[in-house]
């Protein structure tokens, strides 16, 4: 559990708050969101561990217009199926994908109290490209361990949105790609089938991750 709790900050910190040009800038973006997610999360730990809703609601909120769903969710998909789906079903996908996430990762959340987060300074390999940039962060828990977290950034519209993120080397945006993958096999390349069905996809993923996150 502890290393899933890790992971889960990892991964929910994938909400970016402010926008601003630059590499520096995207910094500053994982920076001050993951101040603004403990606060969220201190704030209101007693609040959300007797209403989930209030806790997936109030983290939506913040995912909502600053993380990339539309490039993420393509990319889980893949060409082969993002390419014959219809805007209302990639949609629905992103609908199911944030809710669950939020519910299943969120929760974990709730059990981290203390330990510090130091997002590091960028350096001029992490820029990819003037609209591409990695931006790592480590989360030292208060028993000493340091996990490192490192967050693609991509620029839309001059805003920095986040992409994917690798935690301790772990892919999520593969790992999620390879659940779909298996998904769509399972339900007989029936798209619907598996939007309706993800939430139970994101909540076996838990032993998974839990597992790799421990190797």
């Keep these: 559990m502890r290393s899933m709790i890790k992971y889960s900050l990892a991964l929910l910190l994938l909400l970016p708050l402010a ?18 997610i403990m606060t969220l999360l201190n704030d ?5 561990r007797e209403n989930t809703s209030a806790l997936v609601n109030d983290l939506n909120e913040v995912l909502d217009p ?19 789906a ?12 944030k809710s669950n996430i939020a519910e299943f990762y969120g929760s974990a959340l709730l059990e981290f109290n203390g330990g510090d987060i130091t997002v590091h300074a960028p350096r001029e390999r992490d820029q990819q490209s003037p609209d591409r940039t990695a931006v790592h962060m480590d989360i030292r828990t208060p ?4 996990y490192r977290a490192t967050y693609t950034m991509v620029k839309i519209d001059d805003e920095w949105k986040v992409r994917n993120v690798i935690v301790e080397g772990f892919n999520v945006g593969l790992l999620f790609r390879d659940l779909f993958a298996q998904a769509m096999q399972q339900h007989r390349n029936d798209l619907d089938a598996v939007i ?20």
């Design 86 to 97: 219809s805007q209302d079903q990639i949609d629905r996908f992103i609908d199911s994908f």
């Design 66 to 84: 600053v993380v990339d769903f539309q490039g993420f969710a393509r990319s889980v998909m893949t060409v082969r199926h993002s390419r014959n």
């Design 19 to 36: 926008a601003q040009a630059g590499p520096k800038a995207a910094q500053a973006v994982v920076d001050d969101t993951a101040n603004r």
């Design 44 to 48: 209101n730990r007693d609040k959300y």
């Design 196 to 215: 309706a069905d993800w939430g139970s996809v994101i909540k076996a993923s838990r032993d998974e991750i839990e597992q790799e996150v421990q190797e």
């Design 143 to 146: 028993d000493g361990q340091t």
